[in-house]
């Protein structure tokens, strides 16, 4: 079992970057596959960004590509998401979450999930 708390949400202007962390404690955080999912006001949870145990070949949703970067350091169990050139439509809660199997872009795949941070992007 794993536990998640994200962190680095915040108020930021269009064109800003930000940095999400992932904290996850519990045992073998390598071993697991950490997704980043994010959740407008009454929209559907969406995949923004997963990796492996491993930190390569990262998988990224379409909106964020070329703009948002995941990484890892297995070493203080986190996970990070960079996230550059926001724009407006990427204010969400954004959510860890964490798995076993694989990277999937489906948020019923996942076990574990933080209670998410707040990222708001103003015009």
């Known amino acids: 079992q794993v536990q998640l708390v994200e962190s680095g949400g915040g108020l930021v202007q269009a064109g800003g970057s930000l940095r999400l962390s992932c904290a996850a404690s519990g045992r073998s955080f390598s071993n697991y596959v950490i997704g980043w999912f994010r959740q407008a006001p009454g929209k559907e949870r969406e995949f923004v960004a997963g990796?492996?145990?491993?930190?390569?070949?990262?998988v990224y949703g379409d909106p964020v590509k070329g703009r948002f970067t995941i990484s890892r350091d297995n070493a203080k169990s986190t996970v990070y998401l960079q996230m550059n050139n926001l724009k407006p439509e990427d204010t969400a809660v954004y959510y860890c979450a964490a798995c076993v199997d694989g990277i999937y872009i489906t948020a019923a795949k996942y076990d574990y999930w933080g209670l998410g941070t707040q990222v708001t992007v103003s015009s």
């Open positions: 990796t492996s145990w491993s930190g390569i070949s990262p």
